[in-house]
């Protein structure tokens, strides 16, 4: 049983920061942790991974805001986010895919970005 526990969600106003962190009940080392995102109403996102060996991929709309990393030791994965967006609003879910699939997923922490 694979279990991811998210946190760190919450209100923020825009221009503003929030870190999220997920923890994994097994050991990360060797696997691909990923972070998405759902926004109501709209299809499921990928909005960054991180490979095992450090290669990184970000939505387009997140690039030169959101930052991914990874505590291997800690079995964690961040997402530093900063200049927060309106359209940043969202149920932010981890992930580790198995191959392509996106297999195990947490249970989400609300991202609520408004005035």
């Known amino acids: 049983q694979v279990e991811l526990v998210e946190s760190g969600g919450g209100l923020v106003q825009p221009g503003g920061s929030l870190r999220l962190s997920c923890q994994a009940s097994?050991?990360?080392?060797?696997?691909?942790m990923a972070w998405y995102r759902q926004a109501p109403g709209k299809e499921r996102e990928l909005v960054a991974k991180?490979?095992?060996?450090?290669?990184?991929y970000y939505l387009d709309s997140v690039k030169g805001r959101f930052t991914i990393s990874r505590d291997n030791a800690e079995n964690t994965v961040y997402l530093h986010m900063n200049n927060l967006k309106p359209e940043d609003t969202a149920v932010y879910l981890c992930?580790?895919?198995?191959?392509?699939?996106?297999?195990?997923w947490g249970q989400g922490t609300q991202v609520t970005v408004t005035t």
């Open positions: 992930n580790i895919p198995v191959g392509s699939v996106p297999l195990y």
């Open positions: 097994i050991t990360i080392l060797s696997k691909s």
């Open positions: 991180i490979t095992s060996g450090g290669d990184i």
